[in-house]
């Protein structure tokens, strides 16, 4: 097993813990804001650690591109998406969440 | 490689199921639409893992298109279905 091999299962593993931590936290946090945390690192560094690992394993330059391209792609959505989530919700009117 | 990449993108397809707890109890609109948007990148990783499991590039494509569209799905949402001034205290 190269060195590249075995840092792309590494990167992997590590992403897919941060999507499992990610929807365990869409599951067990109390409101819409907690929630929006635990979805956003998902979105960020999970993507971006699968992404990190499968570029390492990538035939091309363009191949590589791509995969980042997506990766920017998807932070900038998750990045707008929780801004206007968490607005709209403190407009309606729902309180964060106090222990 | 090909089984670490095929494991990996059916683990987080399990992970996926598990979200569809949140999208069935909500409890506001917004709850769902988190999930959705979890369930979004989650295609995405799981398709860039299997374009590499079985060398086909093209999915990768597909992710990019996954991409787009959960970006628009989610500002739509927000700008359209999710509004402060119209169902102020409908669907809250």
């Known amino acids: 097993m190269q060195i590249t091999d075995f840092l792309t299962l590494l990167l992997l593993f590590a992403g897919a813990g941060f999507f499992l931590a990610g929807t365990v936290g869409l599951l067990r946090f109390p409101d819409v804001y907690t929630r929006l945390h635990a979805l956003t690192k998902a979105d960020n560094v999970g993507l971006g650690l699968v992404v990190a690992g499968l570029v390492l394993q990538a035939e091309s330059w363009p191949a590589m591109g791509k995969l980042l391209l997506i990766w920017l792609l998807v932070i900038l959505a998750s990045a707008s998406v929780a801004h206007l989530v968490a607005r ?3 407009r309606k ?7 | ?3 670490l990449y095929s494991g990996t993108a059916l ?10 707890w949140r999208v ?10 988190l999930a959705a948007q979890l369930f ?3 295609a995405v990783a799981s398709l860039l893992l ?6 086909r590039p093209h999915l990768r494509d597909v992710a990019l298109v996954f991409a787009l569209l959960a970006a628009v799905t989610a500002v739509a949402f927000v700008r359209r279905a999710w509004t402060v001034w119209e169902d102020d205290d409908a669907d809250n």
């Open chain 1, 93 to 99: 009117g729902i309180r964060p969440w106090k222990k």
């Open chain 2, 11 to 20: 683990f987080l397809l399990l992970t996926l199921v598990a979200g569809l």
């Open chain 2, 24 to 33: 069935l109890h909500g409890p506001t609109p917004a709850d769902r639409m």
């Open chain 2, 50 to 55: 299997l374009a590499q499991a079985f060398g």
């Open chain 1, 88 to 90: 709209t919700a403190l």
């Open chain 2, 40 to 42: 979004g990148t989650t």
């Open chain 2, 1 to 3: 490689m090909e089984v």
